[in-house]
C-alpha cells in the first residue's frame, strides 16, 4: 500500500497564499478519489476538499469555498489544493487522503475517518497562519 506524502505546508499571515501536494510515496499509486482534511488543536478532524479520479467532481467544505481550490494531475499521481485568502482559523494540521477502492465516490471521501477501512492517510503538514 502505497504511504501518501503532503508537502508545502509553512508559516503565512493572514491574506497570504500556500499551495499543499499530496502524492504517493513508493507502492502502487493512487488514481482513486482523493482529498483533504484538516485538524487544528482540539479539535476534530474536518473535511476540507475532495476530487474523483479524473477530476469531474470536486467537493468543499463550507469554510473554504471560494478560497481553496483542489486539484489533481494523474500522470504525476499527485493531488494539489491551492489556499488563498488565509485566515487564522485555517491554522491545522492538513491531511491527505485516498481512497483504496476504484468505485468510492469523491462524495464518499467527505465522510472519511481514520478508522474507514478504505481510507489511506497522510502524516500531515502544519500551516500556521498568522494573524
Known amino acids: 500500500q502505497a504511504q501518501l506524502v503532503e508537502s508545502g505546508g509553512g508559516l503565512v499571515q493572514a491574506g497570504g497564499s500556500l499551495r499543499l501536494a499530496c502524492a504517493p510515496s513508493?507502492?502502487?499509486?493512487?488514481?482513486?478519489?482523493m482529498g483533504w482534511f484538516r485538524q487544528a488543536p482540539g479539535k476534530e478532524r474536518e473535511f476540507v476538499a475532495a476530487?474523483?479520479?479524473?477530476?469531474?467532481?470536486?467537493y468543499y467544505g463550507d469554510s473554504v469555498k471560494g478560497r481553496f481550490t483542489i486539484s489533481r494531475d494523474n500522470a504525476k499521481y499527485m493531488v494539489i489544493m491551492q489556499m488563498n485568502s488565509l485566515r487564522h482559523e485555517d491554522t491545522a494540521v492538513y491531511y491527505c487522503?485516498?481512497?483504496?477502492?476504484?468505485?468510492?465516490?469523491?462524495?464518499?471521501?467527505?465522510?472519511?475517518?481514520?478508522?474507514?477501512?478504505?481510507?489511506?492517510w497522510g502524516q500531515g503538514t502544519q500551516v500556521t497562519v498568522s494573524s
Open positions: 487522503t485516498a481512497a483504496k477502492s476504484p468505485w468510492t465516490q469523491a462524495s464518499t471521501v467527505m465522510t472519511f475517518t481514520t478508522d474507514t477501512d478504505d481510507a489511506s
Open positions: 513508493g507502492g502502487t499509486a493512487s488514481t482513486y478519489a
Open positions: 476530487i474523483s479520479w479524473n477530476g469531474g467532481k470536486i
